[in-house]
């Protein structure tokens, strides 16, 4: 049974600092989506890594893919208040798509 | 751009109720999903369609339904509310191929069973 999960769930940061929130999942695959949720609003899509060793950035978030390890990686560079939010990952497997917990990143002012 | 959207944004109901939640996208879409979403347990599928007429249980079913009469529509129905389906309930798409199964999510509905 495909398994995902997030870590941190939760995290505080200062603006400014870099941070790497993990998702790790339980069963062979190679495809692997980052959304993101403000407050009382819907998900909407960030990244979609189909390949080992597939990298994505947007501006300041980077998003790694490592099959082998069934690790996949965002990294926040000199976080800002506007990226503070819930990102969740996104795994496909077992022809489903098991989303993780969700990390709830706030960024301090 | 992609767009889907759900009936209610805030819907409030009655015990034994029956609800529909309505969804549509307008990109041609084969995969449209249903999602509650609650705290701390994140977003848990409970019925998805690949095609019209077509519907697959997701991990929590029991006490929905689904109907997927034409491509752009696919209604979740709540048979009898019960004050445990007061949730967020999400709506998604995606198309089927070698690009992947990004999801578009709509706006949500806050149902509230009292």
């Known amino acids: 049974e495909l398994k995902v999960e997030q870590n941190p769930l939760f995290l505080s940061m200062q603006e400014g600092k870099n941070y790497t929130i993990y998702c790790n999942y339980s069963?062979?695959?190679?495809?692997l989506y980052w959304y993101r949720q403000d407050p009382g609003k819907s998900l909407e899509s960030l990244f979609v890594?189909?390949?080992?060793?597939a990298v994505k950035q947007e501006g300041r978030l980077m998003a790694s893919l490592d099959t082998k390890a069934r690790l996949s990686t965002l990294h926040i560079t000199a976080a800002v208040h506007d990226l503070s939010a819930t990102y969740f990952c996104?795994?496909?497997?077992?022809?489903?798509?098991?989303f993780g917990k969700g990390t709830r990143l706030h960024i301090l002012p | 751009d992609v767009k889907v959207t759900q009936s209610s944004r805030y819907l409030v109901k009655r015990t034994g109720e029956k609800v529909f939640l309505e969804c549509v996208q307008d990109?041609?879409?084969?995969?449209m999903f249903w999602y509650r979403q609650d705290p701390g347990l994140g977003l848990r599928l409970i019925y998805f369609?690949?095609?019209?007429?077509?519907?697959e249980k997701g991990d929590i079913p029991e006490g929905y339904s689904v109907s997927r009469e034409k491509k752009e529509r696919f209604s979740l129905i709540l048979e009898s509310a019960s004050t445990n389906q007061t949730s967020m309930y999400l709506c998604?798409?995606?198309?089927?191929?070698?690009?992947?199964?990004?999801?578009?999510f709509g706006p949500g509905t806050r149902l509230t069973v009292t």
């Open positions: 998604a798409s995606s198309l089927v191929g070698l690009a992947g199964y990004e999801q578009y």
């Open positions: 069963t062979t695959s190679d495809r």
């Open positions: 890594l189909l390949s080992n060793g």
């Open positions: 996104a795994v496909e497997g077992d022809d489903k798509i098991i």
């Open positions: 990109m041609d879409h084969e995969n």
């Open positions: 369609s690949y095609d019209v007429k077509m519907k």
